[in-house]
C-alpha cells in the first residue's frame, strides 16, 4: 500500500506544475520587490485618479444634494412656522368671536328676561286691580246682604221671641214690648 501512495505522488506533483502556467521562482506578485516600484507608481497614479473624479464629480453632486436638502428642510419649516402662526392667528379670532357671541347672547338673555318680568309685572297690576275691584264688589254684596240679613234677623227675632214668649205663657205678647226686646237685646 505504501507502494501506491508513493506512486501517486509523483504524477501529482507533476500536473500542479504545470497548472501553475509556468512560473517558476513563485511568490505572490505585489509582494515582489522587483515591482515595488512600478506598483508604488501605479498606486499614486490610481489615488490621483481617484482624488479628482471623487472632488471634481462626487463631492459637488454630493454637496448639492445635501444643500438641496437643507434648503427644503428649511423651507418647511419656515411654511410650518407661518401655518402655526396663521393657524394661532385663527384660534385668536374664533376665541374673540365666540366671546363677543356670548357677550351678545348674554345681552339678549337680559333684555329677554327684563321685557319678561315687566311684562309679568304688568299682568300682575292688572290681576291686582281686576281682583280688587271684584274684592270691593263682593264686599259691598256682603254688607248689603247683611244689613238685609240682619233687618230680617230682626223680624225673625221679634216673630221667634213672641211666640217662644206665647208658647210659655199662653198669652200672645205685645208686638211693640217684642220689638223693644228685641232691639235691646241686639244692641248688647
Request: aromatic content about 4%; glycine content about 10%; proline content about 3%.
Amino acid at each position: 500500500m505504501a507502494e501506491s501512495h508513493g506512486g501517486a505522488k509523483g504524477p501529482a506533483a507533476g500536473t500542479h506544475t504545470e497548472a501553475d502556467g509556468g512560473h517558476h521562482g513563485g511568490g505572490f506578485p505585489p509582494f515582489e520587490s522587483s515591482t515595488f516600484a512600478s506598483q508604488l507608481v501605479s498606486l499614486a497614479i490610481f489615488f490621483v485618479v481617484l482624488y479628482v473624479i471623487v472632488s471634481k464629480l462626487a463631492l459637488p453632486r454630493i454637496g448639492g444634494a445635501i444643500e438641496a436638502r437643507q434648503n427644503k428642510i428649511e423651507g418647511d419649516l419656515a411654511e410650518a412656522q407661518k401655518l402655526k402662526d396663521q393657524s394661532d392667528a385663527a384660534l385668536k379670532a374664533y376665541e374673540s368671536e365666540l366671546a363677543s357671541a356670548r357677550t351678545r347672547a348674554q345681552a339678549i338673555g337680559n333684555e329677554s328676561r327684563d321685557k319678561a318680568n315687566a311684562q309679568a309685572e304688568a299682568e300682575r297690576k292688572t290681576l291686582e286691580e281686576q281682583l280688587a275691584t271684584k274684592l270691593a264688589e263682593a264686599e259691598k254684596t256682603i254688607a248689603s246682604t247683611r244689613t238685609a240679613a240682619m233687618s230680617n234677623v230682626r223680624g225673625i227675632a221679634a216673630d221667634a221671641a213672641g211666640q217662644i214668649v206665647q208658647q210659655l205663657t199662653g198669652v200672645i205678647p205685645d208686638a211693640a214690648a217684642v220689638n223693644a226686646a228685641v232691639d235691646a237685646s241686639l244692641k248688647g
